[in-house]
């Protein structure tokens, strides 16, 4: 599949959807209002995420904001006389931001949280939805939804809980406030914090590591991840099975066993 220019159509060039080998980014760029999410942007995620999820080329996609200031800093509140203006309108941007959670949770491929500056609000949402989360230093984390007299719903602090914990969830929402690097990292919100000046090479090599491992068996994992996190009497374990056996079948089995046998690095399909 190719891209023009390497990039998607997206509905919005406040984000940026390229593809470098088989990385495909993700690039909120709003930053003059801290790369907080617009509708359009919400809408525009789950396209990005089908036409990624249906490319055998990209293998990993990372997620970044613009600029040096912010990952993301939440919704766009400048949107909100407009788009949310009546019942209908807000059940309209709920319905985009809610499908563009849905397409990252469910996305089948790894996705890397690159993050630096603000994560705030549907930033750390928008964190907590991807696989692997890495920050720089001077990363600054924080829903401040009891701030604003927000009601968050159950998916969302399912999500964050089964991250950090009960405890860490009720200190996160029940102040308000932000939380450094250092202190997401003690809390298992991110996975690593990095210099500011190692974060993107760091997070570059870390998708290659991931990139160049055998594509079934990290299906396999995520789909077994996101049935953990469902009802128990939701889950589809044999699905599970399914894509278990498909790995044992599969052309990148026999190679991991020819390489591994032979002393050289393996080199997968996916197939």
């Known amino acids: 599949m190719n891209y023009p220019g390497n990039a998607l159509q997206t509905l919005t060039e406040k ?13 909120f760029n709003n930053p003059a209002r801290h790369n907080a999410v617009s509708l359009e942007m919400w809408q525009s995620i789950p396209l990005v995420l089908d036409a990624y999820a249906q490319d055998p080329e990209v293998r990993v996609v990372i997620l970044k904001g613009a600029g040096e200031k912010a990952f993301v800093s939440g919704a766009d509140i400048s949107q909100f006389k407009e788009k949310r203006s009546s019942p209908e309108a807000v059940r309209v941007y709920n319905a985009a931001s809610d499908a563009a959670s849905e397409a990252m949770r469910g996305f089948p491929k790894p996705t890397i949280a690159m993050i630096r500056g603000y994560c705030i609000g549907g930033g750390t949402a928008t964190a907590v939805n991807c696989d692997i989360r890495i920050a720089s230093d001077d990363t600054r984390f924080g829903v401040p939804a009891a701030k604003l007299g927000l009601g968050y719903r159950f998916a969302g602090i399912r999500r964050l809980a089964s991250l950090v914990g009960p405890a860490f ?3 996160i929402f029940f102040t308000g406030r932000q939380f450094s690097a250092q202190e997401a990292l003690q809390m298992n919100l991110v996975n690593r914090v990095v210099p500011v000046a190692e974060l993107e090479q760091y997070t570059l090599d870390y998708a290659k590591t991931i990139g160049n491992n ?18 128990p009497a939701e889950r ?14 599969s052309e990148d089995y026999r190679e991991g066993q020819a390489a591994f046998m032979e002393k050289r690095k393996p080199v997968f399909k996916g197939r």
């Open 15 to 27: 984000l940026i959807a390229t593809k470098e080998g088989s990385i495909g980014w993700i690039i």
């Open 236 to 249: 589809d374990l044999a699905l599970c099975q399914k894509m278990i056996d498909g790995c044992f079948a």
């Open 169 to 171: 969830t009720a200190e």
């Open 214 to 231: 055998a594509p079934l068996t990290i299906a396999a994992v995520k789909r077994a991840l996101i049935e953990y996190l469902r009802d």
